[in-house]
């Protein structure tokens, strides 16, 4: 079992720049891949990023490639998403995920086991 706490959301100008943070219980937490969602209002809950077990892989949706960046310190049992750039439509809860297969990555929500509560970001104009 695995208990995700995300932090980091908040309200940003456009162009601004955020970090979220996902910290996990759990002394298992360096076997799972991790993975970054969100869901705007009225929206499907949709992939962002994802990072294999050791660091080494990472995979991202087009809407944020060259802007996001998810890193993880397994050590501190954390996974972390650096948001540049931001923009309006960026706005959404964003939820973080873990995934008992540690590789390959996995695009999709069903791949995912364990769930945070999210964190809201919003993007002002």
């Known amino acids: 079992q695995v208990q995700l706490v995300e932090s980091g959301g908040g309200l940003v100008q456009a162009g601004g720049s955020l970090r979220l943070s996902c910290a996990a219980s759990g002394r298992t937490f360096s076997i799972y891949a991790m993975g970054w969602f969100r869901q705007a209002p009225g929206k499907e809950r949709e992939f962002v990023a994802a990072?294999?077990?050791?660091?080494?892989?990472?995979y991202y949706a087009d809407s944020v490639k060259g802007r996001f960046t998810i890193s993880r310190v397994n050590a501190k049992n954390t996974v972390y998403m650096q948001m540049n750039m931001l923009k309006p439509e960026d706005t959404a809860v964003y939820y973080c995920?873990?995934?008992?297969?540690?590789?390959?990555?996995?695009?999709?929500?069903?791949?995912?086991?364990?769930w945070g509560q999210g964190t809201q970001v919003t993007v002002s104009s």
């Open positions: 990072i294999n077990w050791s660091g080494s892989n990472t």
């Open positions: 995920a873990a995934d008992q297969l540690g590789d390959p990555i996995a695009p999709t929500r069903r791949a995912y086991d364990y």
